[in-house]
Each structure stands twice: as structure tokens, then as C-alpha cells.
């Protein structure tokens, strides 16, 4: 079975910090992996998504994701975070083919300060 | 522009009652999923549906619950008899034929039951 796990439940950065949030799957066989986000009150968004080629990834706002295969990982990363990034930030993962359900990791909530 | 829209935007029953939540595809979509997020919790997945019937469901989605899409539009979510726990807010998602496709997520139904 599929699983995603998100090691930084709270993060806490002031504005202009480096952000880099962890991600690690658990899957058989070939995947497509993303990250949604989910800004207080509002619906998840996709910020970027990774299918098959270049590993590094760049998403909308200024966040790109490397997919490192043998490490399982997918992480999410922005070199400088602003206020409005705060948000909650989630990892998902499904099947290459099939019905693909995406199957979520906990989540991590990104608190922002000025 | 929103994929999906989804109503109602909160709920309010009563344990034991029959609750109906809706979504409604902007654009022509062939995948359809429910999930569900309990406070505080991840993002489960609930259902997929596609050519009009139920492709894959988790173990939560028990004879309690119901899908269907009528009239080739909206998409339904029916729980039969609600239950505390199903207190959460349940998002629909929508995605195109191709693996490629990102599923995009609906605002949520926020349901509480009392």
C-alpha cells in the first residue's frame, strides 16, 4: 500500500528564510508525486506536480520539489518564504496508472511572521 | 476559474440523518473522487468514480455511503445515517482521461454532526 510521510508537522520561519519541507513515500511501483496547498479557509491547490523527467520541479509562487528516487523523497523547497506563504503544505502520491487515488501525507502547517 | 464547485459550503445534521453533498464539474472531467479531512487530520481518500460507476474505494467508504452522478453532471456524495465521526469536511475532486492530469480539488463541504 501506498503511504506518505511529512516529518515537520509546524513549521515556524520569519519572512525571507529558506524553507524546505520533507517528503517521503512508500510505494512498489512507479509514481506520480505532488504537493498541494491549502491557504487558511480555502480549498487544497496544486502548487507542482512530478510525472517523469527533469527531478527538479518548479511550481507556481516561487516553490519547486526534487524528486530523489532512491531516497524516496519529494522535497518541497523556497528559497525565500513571504507572509502570504503561510499555509498548510501536503505531499501526495499516486499510482503511474489505474484509478490513482491520491493518498495524502499528515500535512505541514507553515506559519509565516513578518 | 474553478474546476469544481461544491454545495453546500457547511452542513448541519443531526446524528442518524441522511446528508446529500454535491458537486458540480466546470468543465468536462471523466474521473471523479471523494475525500475527506477530520480536523486536524490528513486528507483521506473516500471514492473514484469513473464511466459512471465506482472504480476503487477505502475501507471507510462502507455501506453508509453512496455515490452517484444522476443527471451526467452533478456528482452526489449520500451518507445514509450520519454518525459523529463523519463530522469532517469532504472534498470533491475531478481530473481528465489522461495519467498526466492534475485532480483538482472543490472548496469542501464543511459537515458537522451533532
Known amino acids: 500500500a501506498q503511504s506518505v510521510s511529512q516529518h515537520n508537522h509546524h513549521v515556524i520561519l520569519s519572512e525571507a528564510a529558506s524553507l524546505e519541507l520533507g517528503c517521503n513515500y512508500s510505494y512498489g511501483g512507479t509514481v506520480n508525486l505532488f504537493w498541494y496547498v491549502q491557504y487558511p479557509g480555502q480549498h487544497l491547490q496544486l502548487l507542482l506536480k512530478y510525472f517523469s523527467g527533469d527531478p527538479l520541479v518548479k511550481g507556481i509562487k516561487g516553490f519547486e520539489a526534487e524528486f530523489i528516487k532512491s531516497k524516496f523523497s519529494f522535497n518541497l523547497r523556497k528559497p525565500s518564504v513571504q507572509w502570504s506563504d503561510t499555509a498548510e503544505y501536503f505531499c501526495?502520491?499516486?499510482?503511474?496508472?489505474?484509478?490513482?487515488?491520491?493518498?495524502f501525507g499528515t500535512g505541514t502547517r507553515l506559519l509565516v511572521s513578518p | 476559474e474553478p474546476e469544481v464547485t461544491q454545495t453546500p459550503s457547511h452542513q448541519v445534521t443531526q446524528m442518524g440523518q441522511e446528508v446529500i453533498l454535491r458537486c458540480v464539474p466546470i468543465?468536462?472531467?471523466?474521473?471523479f473522487y471523494w475525500y475527506r479531512q477530520i480536523l486536524g487530520q490528513k486528507v483521506e481518500f473516500l471514492v473514484s468514480?469513473?464511466?459512471?460507476?465506482?472504480?476503487?474505494k477505502s475501507e471507510i467508504f462502507d455501506d453508509q455511503f453512496s455515490v452517484e452522478r444522476p443527471d451526467g453532471s452533478n456528482f452526489t456524495l449520500k451518507i445514509r445515517s450520519t454518525k459523529l465521526e463523519d463530522s469532517a469536511m469532504y472534498f470533491c475532486a475531478v481530473k481528465g482521461d489522461s495519467s498526466t492530469d492534475t485532480q483538482y480539488f472543490g472548496p469542501g463541504t464543511r459537515l458537522t454532526v451533532l
Open positions: 501526495a502520491v499516486n499510482a503511474e496508472t489505474g484509478f490513482q487515488k491520491l493518498v
Open positions: 468514480f469513473y464511466n459512471n460507476e465506482i472504480s476503487e
Open positions: 468543465s468536462n472531467h471523466l474521473y
